[in-house]
């Protein structure tokens, strides 16, 4: 691990010099700033406190703080089960909130004491991602896949089980078919949204964007969801919902509004947990292991942290899964014609 000496040496600078760089001291130059963060970065250097070295990790947002989210919570569980192993410590950043005034990431980072940093965003803050990814301050993004080289990412493509689910509802016979996004599109939320398309082409059917609903990806966003379908004329028989929260928010208010789920209305969700198990009937859903996306997360982020100068990049996509519940049948038409119920 270089010393502060060290990277004043190598930037042809003091150690004074490197101290109010490494603070944003308005007397230090911006190419001499630059310079001297580049090389912190690049060496991996990380200032230490009296004689404890700093061992921080921040779970930084990088858009809407969305700590409640049953994603989110497994994300920072599976952190955690790592993190114990090798005494690191974890903080929660509001990035849109902490960064001073022509400071840097890497200066804001380094300023808290944190080496590495575990990065949400959504598509709307991609960019603060690049940046602190250009910077080269260890990090990687979860939930979200990048074309930039420089991003590392660890990302749940969701596509291929989101085909699976539809085609489940096409083959129980059912051909009206909804699907509930979430008002932000993200990469991931996107995925289910072609995933849908895909089992509609590969079955001839047509796709139909009035039964494209976007919705939050909150309680409130499934009840929603529920009270826009009640009033659609030709109702749908079934519905995908690719946000866990909303989906079980859907289960609830579909029955609470007389629909019964799957004999009016088939549901399948989507699962970063094991909220499946928590409804009644228990959900049908496409499954994201997000425990396993932390855990993958922080092993790449402390690879990162441990190699000076390195020109790693992490870019890896995990898989999802289709799991048959009870919250799917035949629809009602063919019910009613003598075709038995199946999940």
Do not use: W
Request: glycine residues 6%; hydrophobic residues 40%; contains cysteine.
């Amino acid at each position: 691990m270089p010393s502060v000496r060290d990277i004043a040496r190598m930037a042809g600078v003091s150690p004074a010099t490197v101290s109010r760089a490494i603070n944003n001291h308005p007397t230090v130059g911006k190419e001499v700033r630059e310079k001297v963060i580049s090389l912190m970065n690049e060496k991996r250097y990380v200032p230490s406190v009296g004689r404890r070295q700093i061992t921080n990790i921040a779970f930084a947002y990088a858009d809407d703080i969305s700590l409640g989210s049953p994603f989110d919570a497994a994300l920072m569980h599976g952190m955690s089960e790592c993190m114990e192993r090798f005494e690191f410590d974890l903080m929660v950043l509001d990035l849109k909130r902490v960064l001073q005034p022509h400071e840097t990431y890497s200066q804001m980072f380094i300023r808290k004491g944190i080496c590495g940093a575990v990065l949400r965003t959504s598509s709307q803050s991609k960019k603060v991602c690049e940046r602190i990814a250009a910077e080269g301050f260890p990090s990687v993004v979860v939930g979200e896949r990048f074309d930039n080289p420089l991003v590392n990412f660890i990302y749940a493509d969701s596509r291929r089980s989101s085909r699976e689910a539809v085609e489940h509802l096409i083959n129980l016979g059912h051909r009206k078919i909804a699907v509930g996004l979430n008002v932000v599109e993200d990469s991931d939320h996107l995925d289910r949204l072609q995933g849908y398309k895909d089992a509609l082409a590969a079955h001839q059917l047509s796709f139909d964007s009035r039964l494209v609903l976007q919705v939050p990806a909150r309680r409130d966003g499934g009840e929603q969801f529920i009270r826009r379908l009640e009033v659609m004329p030709d109702r749908p028989t079934a519905v995908y919902l690719t946000d866990p929260v909303a989906a079980v928010a859907a289960m609830v208010e579909a029955q609470r509004r007389g629909m019964r789920v799957p004999h009016d209305l088939s549901i399948i969700g989507f699962d970063d947990a094991q909220l499946r198990f928590l409804t009644f009937p228990r959900m049908t859903a496409v499954c994201q292991d997000a425990r396993e996306i932390g855990m993958a997360a922080f092993a790449a982020l402390q690879s990162l942290i441990a190699e000076a100068k390195s020109t790693r990049r992490v870019q890896r996509v995990l898989g999802t899964e289709f799991e048959v519940h009870e919250s799917t049948a035949v629809p009602p038409v063919l019910r009613h014609e003598g075709v038995s119920i199946a999940m």
